[in-house]
């Protein structure tokens, strides 16, 4: 069982920054991917970003690249993830997802068994 929180959402201006960060606790976080994905009203879930146990090459969907960057710290089973230069666009409630595999990263939300209850990010222009 893993159970995981997110924080650091609210309310900004575009252009500014947000941290967020996912606490785990449970069995195993250092051998989990973790992901974050995101869905705005009335659309469906899309997947943002995901970092392998290693932490290496994290990956992104295109519209978040350069701005926005995965990382973790598996001494404090947390992941992060950094939005820079936010956009109305990137209006949202963020999830972070854990999955059973930790060697590849996928975009598919079925691929991850354990989900956040999210965190509100809201870009006003």
């Known amino acids: 069982q893993v159970q995981l929180e997110e924080s650091g959402g609210g309310l900004v201006q575009a252009g500014d920054s947000l941290r967020l960060s996912c606490a785990a606790s449970?069995?195993?976080?250092?051998?989990?991917?973790m992901a974050w994905f995101r869905q705005a009203p009335d659309k469906e879930r899309e997947f943002v970003g995901a970092?392998?146990?290693?932490?290496?090459?994290?990956s992104y969907v295109d519209s978040v690249k350069g701005r926005f960057t995965i990382s973790r710290d598996n001494a404090k089973n947390t992941v992060y993830l950094q939005m820079n230069s936010l956009k109305p666009e990137d209006t949202a409630v963020y999830y972070c997802?854990?999955?059973?595999?930790?060697?590849?990263?996928?975009?598919?939300?079925?691929?991850?068994?354990?989900w956040g209850q999210g965190t509100q990010v809201t870009v006003s222009s």
């Open positions: 449970g069995r195993a976080f250092s051998r989990r991917t």
């Open positions: 970092i392998t146990s290693s932490g290496g090459s994290p």
């Open positions: 997802a854990a999955s059973p595999f930790g060697y590849y990263s996928s975009s598919v939300p079925a691929n991850y068994d354990y």
